[in-house]
């Protein structure tokens, strides 16, 4: 169903080859896409590159899609035709969306999402909010949910700057529940402590690792959140007191973990993974999922994403090398229609 004239061809960002990563991308022309029954086609304004965008695109993702592929698995826009009468109302509203497993992405002029994958926006919220509204804000709720269904009296997480990390501080601050920060530059540590982080310690001092145990065994520190990967994950299971568990939900370094089998066999550690999209799918039942897809608009502040920077498709090369630079800056979009 159409509301006014669409063009025939759209503008998209497309993945030729796993093996060439982002020299593969190449803008493309290519034919709009017609939603079906319970589908809506979106006019992109906003669509954030993750961490997990560019993982993506290495084809070291928990997903390899058919090539040619548009990357970029969440997105902000207007919803200008709807495949069936379930979506008509939402025709001409601005809306946040997440795409499917199996579909093309948001790195394009237009997206088709399914009906259930959209969140209206409210009047106040950018573009680029609402372009951030599913993957960070249900990552940061779902990991702190796995803190509180534990009882676990203190926390240590890796990338605290990130804007996920930043998020887990402001959860655990409102519920006065400690956290120990590591980051890796100075700057970081003094955003952070401007946000109320009271425990944040530096990875580039040379005491680093020896401060990370003192400061989680004092805490009583039982559970770590890691989006390194690498290293990270060893120091950080080493850190903690016998029994703890590391959750990795990132691979910044783009490294294996490294993990002291000694920790596993004679501490009782544990390491275990998070995958957003597995715990949606399996995680939570009816009524947590109705409780979900409001927090982040209900959340404020709690879930906001720090914006940096704005690009046309026809910039993706700067875009993605300013998005890996330095993501204490903020999160990097592709404007497409702007």
Sequence with gaps: MKTAALPETMRALCLMDYQGGLGSLRLMERPLPKPSAGQ???RVAAAPIHPADRMFLQ????????LPVVPGFEGSGTVVAAGSLSGRLLVGRRVGVSVSAESDGTWA???????AQCLPLLPRMSDEQ?????????SAWALMERARKGKHPALVQSAAA????????KQALKEKLPLVNIVRRAAQEELLRGLGAEHVVNSSEPEFEER????????????GFDAVAGSMTGHILQALPEGGTVVVYGELSGEECRIPAGELIFRRKKVEGFWLSTWLSHGIGRSQL???????LRGGKDFETPVRAGFPLESAEEALRLAASDMTEGKVFFTPNR
Excluded at 59 to 66: D, E, I, L, N, Q
Excluded at 130 to 138: I, W
Excluded at 212 to 223: A, I, K, P
């Design 109 to 115: 002029e237009y997206v088709v999402v399914p009906l």
């Design 212 to 223: 990370l145990r003192l400061l989680c065994h004092e805490l009583g520190v039982t559970l």
């Design 130 to 138: 609402g372009a951030s509204l599913f993957v960070n804000p249900f």
């Design 290 to 296: 109705r409780a979900l897809v409001d927090i982040p």
């Design 162 to 169: 990130s804007a996920l990390g930043r998020m887990l501080l």
């Design 59 to 66: 084809g070291r993702y928990g997903v390899k899609k058919p």
């Design 40 to 42: 809506l086609l979106v």
